[in-house]
């Protein structure tokens, strides 16, 4: 299956500042990658929909101006936290969509813990 | 509408004793269903994934789950555990485009000594 990765794997910051996790699919070109949210001992609850060369498509309830997606290329995709609080505290996570036949498969990156102070 | 729901949130079983884990399904078209392991601080890692051939897949480090169309389940099944599958486990289920994917709660899986 595809590889994906993220960087950092975990960021310290302080409130009010950005953050930038960037996203690669290291050996498939993705047109589309997902961000998502993990808050401690939950589901994983899709963010937005990252198209390349294109705008994202957020979820519901999901600020657009506060999590800022760009998706330059077909490797990378990048979520910027902007003016960070602590609520915003979260494990974000990756993920790509290859075809597998007649259906497609997901695969996620390692995963962002961020800790906002 | 597609909705997943996994009946257990917290599973314990003794090492070399059998798993299963529960999922029950409910979709409007033919589903793609998929298992993920997490473990802690970790991304979700591919188990399994069942695409409407056989019925009965097989996995990744010796899980495998049934699809039953008339119960709508995915359990995931291991004959015997090991200490090193301790994590959390996600059922998955997808409409066969991929374009919507509902992730269940989760279950966490003790394993003890």
């Known amino acids: 299956g595809a590889v994906v990765s993220q960087h950092p794997s975990w960021v310290i910051c302080k409130s009010g500042t950005s953050v930038k996790i960037e996203c690669r699919s290291l050996d498939f070109q993705a047109t589309t990658m997902f961000w998502y949210r993990q808050f401690p001992k939950q589901s994983l609850m899709l963010m937005a929909t990252s198209n390349e060369g294109s705008k994202a498509t957020y979820e519901q309830g999901v600020e657009k101006d506060k999590f800022l997606i760009n998706h330059a290329s077909l490797t990378l995709s990048t979520l910027t936290v902007t003016s960070a609080h602590p609520e915003d505290s979260s494990f974000y996570i990756c993920?790509?969509?290859?075809?597998?036949?007649?259906?497609?498969?997901?695969?996620f990156g390692p995963g962002t813990r961020l800790l906002v102070l | 509408a597609q909705s997943v729901t996994q009946l257990d949130s917290h599973v314990s079983v003794s090492e070399g004793t059998p798993v299963l884990l529960r999922c029950n399904y409910s979709?409007?078209?033919?589903?793609?269903l998929f298992w993920y392991v997490q473990h802690p601080n970790k991304g979700l890692q591919l188990l399994l994934k069942?695409?409407?051939?056989?019925?009965l897949v097989k996995g990744i480090n010796g899980f495998e789950a049934e699809f039953k169309k008339s119960e709508t389940s995915f359990h995931l099944t291991k004959p015997s555990a090991h200490m090193s599958d301790a994590a959390e486990y996600f059922c998955?289920?997808?409409?066969?485009?991929?374009?919507?994917?509902?992730f269940g709660a989760g279950t966490r899986l003790c394993v003890k000594a």
């Open positions: 993920s790509v969509r290859q075809p597998s036949g007649s259906s497609e498969t997901q695969y």
């Open positions: 979709s409007s078209y033919s589903p793609s």
């Open positions: 998955v289920v997808s409409d066969t485009g991929g374009f919507k994917t509902i």
């Open positions: 069942y695409t409407s051939a056989a019925t």
